[in-house]
């Protein structure tokens, strides 16, 4: 976080201060006065906007087995622990064994955040209509609540009534996500000659490749009973009345960061103000293949992963202030 506040105050100081010193161009004079401009700026600017994110969850719990009853007349299957909590109930039938592994996540992640970013950079001298910069975006902390977690067709075996395919649902997560993108984007403005015109629309495009790092918390509950029994599970956690109650870590720092690769491409607009300041508007497309959740113990000694949101996708929708000197 301190970060964040050092990288955005440097940044607001540096565009400020174009505006109030008057910065001039990089020409020169030549002959009798005549003044050459090879249109070589340098580029400062930050931006603040809302995000869209979106993505598949995919299940990454590997290998974990969970123990089944399913109910004679109604065919509603629940677990082991569940079963024996009711008093372990006549009109039952064991059902056996599955992997909880193969069953899918209840719902993909669509969330909506506070976006902001800041860039530096320069046009390039005699091709100013390209632009070369540094962009840092932040997407602000959301929370993915969802119960269940996991819910779908699994494939029994071990029991009374033979493999069979029965529907159960499994966990319950509240997890939480932000994600920071430092990244290097080429841009090509649309317009003739060397300098930017004033009072017009300057359209625009990007693309860039960056290094995203996502801070992820997660707090999963046992609410139905059949993770429970996992021994190795119990290590996360502490066990009342046979059930675990998970422990994670009070300091979200004790979490481990999901990194990777980002591609970013983005679609805008300028609108020239003065010689030296743009009105930006644009809308940025980040892609991240992965970013991951875990199940951490309360002294963030170990970690075990649990589910990924797959091709991520964040679409900002930014406002904000360039400025060229």
């Not at 100081?13 to 004079?29: D, E, K, R, V």
């Not at 992640?109 to 100013?128: D, E």
């Not at 080429?186 to 625009?204: A, M, S």
């Not at 970690?303 to 000197?325: C, K, P, Q």
């Amino acid at each position: 976080m301190r970060f964040r506040y050092s990288v955005f105050s440097m940044l607001l100081f540096m565009c400020a201060m174009p505006a109030f010193a008057g910065w001039q161009y990089n020409g020169y004079y030549v002959n009798d006065g005549y003044y050459s401009d090879n249109g070589m700026r340098f580029v400062i600017g930050g931006r603040g906007g809302v995000s869209l994110a979106n993505a598949k969850i995919k299940n990454d719990i590997g290998s974990l087995y969970g123990y089944y009853y399913i109910n004679d007349y109604t065919g509603e299957v629940v677990s082991q622990l569940a079963w024996q909590a009711a008093g372990s109930p006549a009109g039952y039938s064991y059902a056996g064994q599955g992997d909880i592994a193969t069953v899918s996540a209840k719902k993909d992640f669509s969330k909506t955040a506070f976006a902001a970013g800041a860039s530096i950079g320069l046009t390039l001298p005699y091709y100013p209509q390209w632009r070369l910069q540094a962009d840092y975006d932040y997407i602000s902390e959301t929370n993915y609540n969802q119960i269940p977690l996991f819910e779908g067709s699994l494939k029994v075996s071990g029991g009374e009534i033979g493999d069979k395919t029965v529907h159960v649902t499994s966990g319950g997560a509240n997890a939480t996500i932000s994600t920071d993108i430092i990244s290097a984007v080429v841009y090509y403005d649309f317009f003739e000659g060397n300098t930017k015109p004033i009072n017009e629309v300057i359209p625009y495009i990007g693309f860039g490749l960056g290094y995203a790092s996502s801070r992820t918390t997660l707090k999963l509950t046992d609410i139905y009973g059949d993770l429970s029994t996992e021994s190795d599970l119990q290590n996360y956690g502490t066990l009342e009345n046979g059930v675990i109650q998970f422990e994670p870590p009070s300091d979200k720092s004790k979490y481990p960061t999901s990194t990777n690769i980002a591609v970013i491409g983005t679609l805008g607009a300028s609108y020239g103000i003065s010689e030296y300041t743009f009105l930006d508007f644009s809308a940025r497309v980040m892609y991240i293949p992965t970013i991951k959740w875990q199940l951490v113990n309360s002294d963030g000694s170990q970690h075990r992963d649990w589910f990924s949101a797959d091709n991520m996708i964040y679409t900002n929708f930014m406002v904000g202030l360039r400025f060229e000197f």
